[in-house]
């Protein structure tokens, strides 16, 4: 089992930027594809972007490609996500969370997750 911390949410302008970090502890994180996902109130959690175990291959949400990008660097056991041009339709809680399968994007398909950062966007 991975064990995720989340880090780097905060009160932010519209047009600002944040990036967010999951931090992971357990040998075998890099075994691991890892997300982001994304829930705001009374929404349903939201996929955000997905990066393979050796950080080869990225895949985005609709709402946030070309915005935001995904990173990862296994050697500090850690998952970046860079939020660039923030709306406040950003605004939510952000999750990381980690996965078997490659391609995953459904969050049923996530077997571990952080306890979440908020971010909100506002002026």
């Known amino acids: 089992q991975v064990q995720l911390v989340e880090s780097g949410g905060g009160l932010v302008q519209p047009g600002g930027s944040l990036r967010l970090s999951c931090a992971a502890s357990?040998?075998?994180?890099?075994?691991?594809?890892t997300g982001w996902f994304r829930q705001a109130p009374g929404k349903e959690r939201e996929f955000v972007a997905r990066?393979?175990?050796?950080?080869?291959?990225?895949y985005y949400g609709d709402s946030v490609k070309g915005r935001f990008t995904i990173s990862r660097d296994n050697a500090k056991s850690t998952v970046y996500l860079q939020m660039n041009s923030l709306k406040p339709e950003d605004t939510a809680v952000y999750y990381c969370?980690?996965?078997?399968?490659?391609?995953?994007?459904?969050?049923?398909?996530?077997?571990?997750w952080g306890q979440g950062t908020q971010v909100t966007v506002s002026s």
């Open positions: 969370a980690t996965s078997l399968h490659l391609g995953a994007t459904d969050p049923h398909d996530f077997g571990s």
């Open positions: 357990g040998r075998t994180f890099s075994s691991y594809a």
């Open positions: 990066i393979r175990s050796n950080g080869a291959n990225t």
